[in-house]
């Protein structure tokens, strides 16, 4: 079964409110109109770090991944479509994030029970985090998200610390390689319905 790396996460890491500080450090604030204008777009999954062996095990599978998020700024809802490639084949999947502005989350249910993840964003280096069971050190760990994929170092840096704050070690990160990635021609394939999805009706 291909778990795609952004679902694996909103569907099987259920989040609990952040509230002690490490937590604090890892976890997003507010979700305006700006913030879904500023995520429109392409992101490519740079790595994760997750406590959860099973997780961590799938992770590892994934050689490379990208996607696209389209808000819905009426409805509070991300169009994701995803492009993850594993095991040298190419995997496309599509699916909306419901948005908790208030709470910096974004959530997807599976069946009638809802798992979230807190957004933690980074403007200035085109990058944002997830943030996953920060009060749960059995299950907690982040993953991290950027603009292309040759990351700024200042954004790694942010996700290292991050990282660290939950006393995790550099070495439980896994990263993908964009060079393994096999789905630029079904993403090209997909180019004119996307922007038409993107413009709307």
């Not at 406590?51 to 991300?78: C, G, M, S, V, W």
């Amino acid at each position: 079964m291909v778990l795609h790396v952004v679902l694996v996460i909103l569907s099987l890491l259920p989040l609990l409110e952040a509230q002690n500080p490490e937590a604090a450090n890892i976890t997003g604030t507010a979700i305006t109109n700006d913030t879904l204008i500023w995520l429109s777009g392409k992101w490519f999954y740079i790595g994760s770090a997750l406590r959860n062996p099973d997780f961590k095990q799938e992770a590892q599978k994934i050689q490379a991944e990208y996607f696209y998020f389209t808000p819905n700024l009426t409805d509070d809802t991300l169009l994701l479509q995803e492009y993850q490639t594993t095991e040298d084949q190419c995997f496309f999947n599509s699916s909306k994030l419901e948005v908790q502005r208030e709470n910096g989350t974004l959530s997807k249910f599976e069946g009638a029970e809802e798992h979230v993840a807190h957004l933690k964003v980074f403007m200035k280096h085109r990058g944002f985090m997830l943030a996953f069971d920060p009060e749960d050190k059995n299950n907690w760990g982040l993953s991290l998200y950027a603009n292309k994929p040759d990351t700024a170092p200042e954004l790694l840096e942010e996700f290292l610390k991050a990282v660290k704050s939950l006393g995790m070690d550099e070495s439980e990160i896994t990263y993908t390689d964009w060079k393994k990635d096999m789905c630029s021609q079904q993403e090209k394939q997909h180019e004119p319905e996307r922007k038409k999805t993107e413009e709307g009706p």
